[in-house]
């Protein structure tokens, strides 16, 4: 099992840069040996996929939305995901949530799927202002 919780969520002027983290623990199984996203739910909108990054942190898939803008990382000592956020804009406000997936979702290019993630954490709001 594996406990996720997201921080660093805040306020921020439309074009400035934010970062989120992410920790996660594990009651059992493989520690970090897992591949991880950031999803985002934005007002009135569905679960949107942001980014997902393998289980070494070697491999990622970004959103076309936010790539060339956003920059995920981990740090798999520490157990921690990151989110840089850069050139923010007021469609980026949503509330962020990192995801752990079993699976290899490389292999199915079902990144996008939210049903494939295993556990979330409960999300960190992101607000862009104009």
């Known amino acids: 099992q594996v406990q996720l919780k997201e921080s660093g969520g805040g306020l921020v002027q439309s074009g400035g840069s934010l970062k989120l983290s992410c920790l996660a623990s594990?009651?059992?199984?493989?520690?970090?040996?897992?591949?991880m996203a950031w999803f985002r739910r934005g007002p009135g909108k569905d679960r949107e996929f942001v980014v997902w990054?393998?289980?070494?942190?070697?491999?990622?898939v970004y959103a076309d939305s936010v790539k060339g803008r956003f920059t995920v990382s981990r740090d798999i000592a520490k157990k921690e995901l990151y989110l840089e956020m850069s050139s923010l804009k007021p469609e980026d406000a949503a509330i962020y949530y990192c995801?752990?997936?079993?699976?290899?979702?490389?292999?199915?290019?079902?990144?996008?799927?939210?049903?494939?993630?295993?556990?979330w954490g409960p999300g960190t709001q992101v607000t862009v202002s104009s």
């Open positions: 995801a752990v997936t079993w699976s290899n979702l490389r292999l199915t290019n079902d990144y996008h799927d939210y049903t494939r993630y295993n556990y």
């Open positions: 990054i393998n289980y070494n942190g070697e491999r990622t």
């Open positions: 594990e009651r059992a199984g493989p520690g970090s040996s897992y591949d």
